[in-house]
């Protein structure tokens, strides 16, 4: 698996973040030490090109920062921490863990939070372990994608895509919601061909974004509002008659009732809802109408609204009425679960467990009180900054008598907790690591030993288990003895090893590899949906209490005490709360507030002065920055957590649901871009 060149030995990684790309890596190593990461060029996707936070990964790798050693906080949030050995350490936990099951007859007092830290397939071990304990306490759902991958549940049936690469055959691309020039670099150069080859690119945000700014036409559009605008081009092509009457009558459930709604709409309303004028409308169906295949990427960022899932809605029905959908460079791509088949041995049955929507869960965990939770397991979470609700949160976390976070910074969260764990890097552990973008999959091998006394979630996981079980017989049923590459073993299947065209997942050493999967999602148009058919109008979602059609679902709109929108979307130097402590990426560690011109005038902000954002939850000081990016009534900061701050974003959000997400996820999704403040100079 490993081979020298130059004196280096080379080994296959790949970015396991909560990212589009996915990005495969090189890891060179020299006497043990990690010298240098590139971008595996063997990767069809990424082309071995790396972002600038992937960039920095052995600086990541050897921080000065990162958590070395067990190490208990003597009194939570005190910042005095004392080293521990992993037996100390698991002994506190073990023994917290057996006294809490004897006090309450129930392992229900054990919580588990997990999300995306690391999205590698044996992270899953944390829940496997937790699930082996008996029915726990566990967060359920997504801060991220719910609503969207329930509205295309609806419509489609399944959460299937098209290879990005897709988009160089198509003639108009839609960027809907989705800032890639930031959030998924590597997308760039599909679109940047296809407009070498004539198309044209539009982008559908409020904000004048990187993306926007590569674009040839950009709608600014009222947050909330897509269904509105989808709608409104939808209505302009039927009255004209551009439909794909074909599409629709061999394909398509429900289009009579969808034209019924279409025929009643007013386009003035919807118009206005959306904030662009008629000529607008018509200038957008007739470029949908002429251009060729239609390829329209809704991002995450469009569906984190309370009516995210709806717009969504209405976007595919715009896309199926105009047959853009199962065509080699059309479609609406979101998000994709295709390479995702795996046994989930490990898993165990999660029977019994009870669930807290991970959206509201400071809300969960002062609900539940029979019995109340007691412990807290968090890995791969950075809950503290990257929930709704901080303020709630903290006052409900110190009421539990242990909370254990496996980390590799002190994040705020981990300096909330009372044990720390030290948790290796992906240079450290074998892996295999798929993507909801892409359909590619590689493998991440060990590079490096864990550093100090770093340990992956798996052997944590494995060594929580078997001390368990010295001090009680039968307390766990994971399995302690198997390796890594057991648990791979027991992970794939022949239906992955078919995909993959492989034998073993360690074939993945000569590369990454792309899954068979069709390059144009839904090409033999059999949906998989209940009818077989792309829906319109989806029963399923009438069920669910929706309405069945994808119907105009008004967004919230500021009101006269709060009159702007806070919209804190996905920053370029960081991952969520991560890379930001890094210090090639400190130079970007000032959070910003970016602010119209006319905006900031009528209060006197010039750039560089503080001031203060707030509104019912919570305040927080930000420095500001005039931008002629946000229009008047938005102010926009970039999410992420620089090492020293206190404030947070998300004391500010209320966290009000959006509309779907159950199905998908088991929770709704969450509106965080629903926010609403004022701001003062300090
Ligand atoms: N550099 C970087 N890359 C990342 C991440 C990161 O933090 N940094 N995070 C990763 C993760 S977890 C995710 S979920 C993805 C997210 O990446 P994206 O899918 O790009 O989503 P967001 O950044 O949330 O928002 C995208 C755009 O939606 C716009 N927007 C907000 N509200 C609306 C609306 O109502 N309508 C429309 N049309 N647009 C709206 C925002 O202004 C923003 O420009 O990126 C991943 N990649
Ligand atoms: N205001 C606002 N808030 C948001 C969003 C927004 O747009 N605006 N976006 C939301 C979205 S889309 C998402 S996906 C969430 C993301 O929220 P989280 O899932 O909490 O993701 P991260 O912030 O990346 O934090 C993950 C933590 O895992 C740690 N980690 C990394 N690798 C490992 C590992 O191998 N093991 C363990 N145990 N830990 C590891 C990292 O150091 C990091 O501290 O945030 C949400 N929060
Ligand atoms: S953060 Fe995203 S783009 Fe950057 S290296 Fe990781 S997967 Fe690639
Ligand atoms: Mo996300």
Sequence with gaps: MIYTHDGYQITRHVCPRNCY?????????????????????????????LCSKGQTYVRRVYSPERIRYPMRQIGRGSGQWERLTWEQAMAIICEKILDIKDRYHSTLPLCLNKYSGNFGILHNAVEGMFNSLGPTTQ???????SAGLDAQLYDLGRNVNSDPQEMEKAGLIILWGVNPAWTAIHSLPYIYRAQDHGAKVIVIDPIYTQTARKANCFVQINPGEDGALALAIAKKLFESGRIDQNFIDCHTVGWQQFREYLVELDIDYLAGQC??????????????????????????????????????????????????IGVAGGGVQYAHQMTWGFNYHFLNSPSGARYININEFAQGLKRLNDPPVKLLWVSCRNLVTQDVSG???????DKLELIVTVEQFLTPTARYSDIVLPATTQFEELDVVPSYWHHWIGLNEQAIPPLFDAKSDLEIAQLLAKTLNQYREGSSSFPVDKSHADFLDDEFNDRMYALLGINHWSDLAAGPRRAAV???AWEDKCFATNSGKFEFFSIKARENNLAALPEYKAGIAPSSKYPYWLITSHAQQGLNSQFLNIETLLKYSEQIVFINPQTAAMKGVVTGKQIRVYNSLGAITLKACISHDTPPDILVCHQGWRPGEEMRLNDLNAGLPSDMGDISTGSKGVAFYDVFVDFEIV
């Excluded at 303020?391 to 976390?397: A, N, Q, V, Y």
């Design 21 to 49: 790309d996915t990005c495969g890596i090189l890891a060179y190593v020299r006497k043990g030490l990690l010298e240098k990461v590139t971008g595996d060029p063997e990767h069809g996707y990424t082309s071995g090109k």
């Design 139 to 145: 967060a359920r759902g997504s801060p991220c994608w």
């Design 275 to 324: 904030g662009q004028r008629l000529e607008t409308i018509k200038e957008l169906a007739s470029m949908m109408a002429s251009s060729g295949p239609v390829y329209i990427w809704a991002g995450f960022g469009m569906q984190r609204h309370i009516n995210g899932g709806q717009s969504l809605r209405a976007i595919d029905a715009l896309a199926a009425m105009t047959g853009n």
């Design 391 to 397: 303020s709630i949160l903290t006052k409900e976390l």
């Design 518 to 520: 069709p390059r144009t």
